[in-house]
């Protein structure tokens, strides 16, 4: 088993992977560039909590997919943020137990996140001009960490970390 410092290489990797997951997530999430308008000369942006041109302002109205891709994001975040620590605790106590907690966490993260983009991508018709804006696809990207972050905490579990 190749080890860094006497702890294993996929456990270190796992924590990198589920910490970089958090990190893109949280920006995704809160950024105003779910969906943007000619981004290079208007600046206008849609994200999930308000909308920004000139000035921004929260959304009076919020449809229920809207609602649902919210509660999404936030749950994905949580267990997310749940799984970093369960593998990083895994790595220090070198625990399958907390190594397992850590492996449903970030994949149960994963698919939080790509239930809230698929319910987001589905409902939304882009318009001329409209495209998808980089907090969206962040939180996409996001999900691929988490994925990685659980398969390496699965293949430490089952001890075929060579």
């Not at 796992?14 to 560039?33: D, P, Q, R, T």
């Not at 625990?95 to 850590?102: A, I, V, Y």
Request: proline letters at 1%.
């Amino acid at each position: 088993m190749v080890e860094i410092k006497g702890f294993s290489l996929f456990s270190l990797l796992a924590v990198i992977l589920a910490g970089i997951g958090c990190l893109f997530h949280l920006i995704g999430l809160s950024v105003v560039y779910w969906v943007v308008s000619d981004p290079f000369v208007s600046g206008y942006g849609s994200g999930l909590w308000q909308q920004c041109g000139l000035t921004c302002a929260s959304y009076s109205y919020t449809p229920d997919y809207w609602k649902a891709t919210q509660a999404f994001v936030i749950i994905g975040l949580l267990i997310g943020v749940g799984g970093l620590v369960m593998s990083l605790v895994a790595m220090i106590q070198k625990t399958r137990m907390f190594r397992l907690l850590g492996m449903v966490g970030c994949a149960a993260a994963a698919l939080c996140i790509l239930l809230a983009i698929i319910i987001f991508g589905a409902s939304i018709t882009l318009g001329r001009g409209t495209q998808w804006g980089w907090g969206f696809i962040l939180c996409i990207i996001s999900s691929f960490f988490f994925i990685a972050a659980a398969v390496l905490n699965f293949l430490e579990y089952r001890g075929a970390a060579v």
